[in-house]
Each structure stands twice: as C-alpha cells, then as structure tokens.
C-alpha cells in the first residue's frame, strides 16, 4: 500500500449535520494513518457512485469513501434509493474501485445520529478500515506488491 494513501471521502449532504459526524470519524481515522485525503459534496445519495466513478477515471486517488444517509420515509422512494446506491457502489468495487460504503440506511433520524457519532458507534472509523484494506488489496493485486 502507498505510504501515504488518497482518499477521496464523496458525502451527500442532503442530512448534512448526519453526513458531518461521518467525516470527522473518517477524517479522524484517515489523519491517524496519516492518510491524505479530499472532500467532494454531492446533492444526494443517489450522485455517489456516479461521482466515484467520475473521479476514479482520474487515477488521483487511491480509494474512496461514500458517504451519507437515507432515512425510510412514507413512500417506496427509500428503497429505491438505498438499492441503486448499494448497487452502484458494489459494481465500483467489482470493477477494482477500492471503496468503503458508509452510506447509512436507517429507519429514523436518531438512529442515524447514534450510528454517525464519531465519539459513539463512529460508523466513520469502520469506513476508513473498509477503505484501507481495499487500497491495500488493489495495490498487492495492480502492483505485485505485499501489503
């Protein structure tokens, strides 16, 4: 894995005080690996594959994390959502984009607030591992490298 690797952390702000505990778990854990990484904002959770997927053509980044939350509302529009983005994000994943899903799928807001406490369940630092270990496999499998 590179010494230092780049993140990109792509976070859907549509609950964005939800969205920034995520962050700072994950920006708490990228800064203890030394890590560097970069933040890029999307309307919803829907966009986040999609802008994964535009930056990962870059080749600027060693990994990425997707960020986010989606709350079950009173119509189908939650499962739609919550389906389309695992989905996109897993075929990244199946492509060789070295990606963390911390795209919270609640039932209500405190359960999401419990969830994305980066000083409680901190669903953030489970991301930054996620991210991690996928960077470090991509690059033993694109490198020839050890872990």
Do not use: W
Request: charged share 25%.
């Amino acid at each position: 894995m590179p010494d230092a690797p780049r993140i990109l952390i792509v976070t859907s702000r549509y609950y964005a005080h939800i969205a920034a505990e995520l962050e700072a778990g994950v920006v708490e854990g990228l800064e203890k690996v030394g890590a560097t990484y970069e933040f890029l904002e999307v309307p919803g959770a829907f966009e986040i594959p999609g802008a994964i997927a535009m930056a990962a053509e870059t080749g600027e980044y060693d990994g990425f994390a997707a960020l986010g939350c989606v709350i079950r509302g009173e119509t189908g529009h939650y499962d739609l959502i919550c389906n389309e983005v695992a989905r996109g994000l897993m075929d990244l994943s199946l492509a060789g984009v070295p990606v963390a899903f911390g795209v919270l799928t609640v039932e209500s807001e405190a359960q999401a607030k419990v969830r994305a406490d980066h000083k409680g369940k901190n669903k953030g630092a489970e991301v930054v591992a996620a991210v991690l270990r996928m960077v470090g496999l991509s690059y033993r499998f694109t490198q020839g490298r050890e872990e």
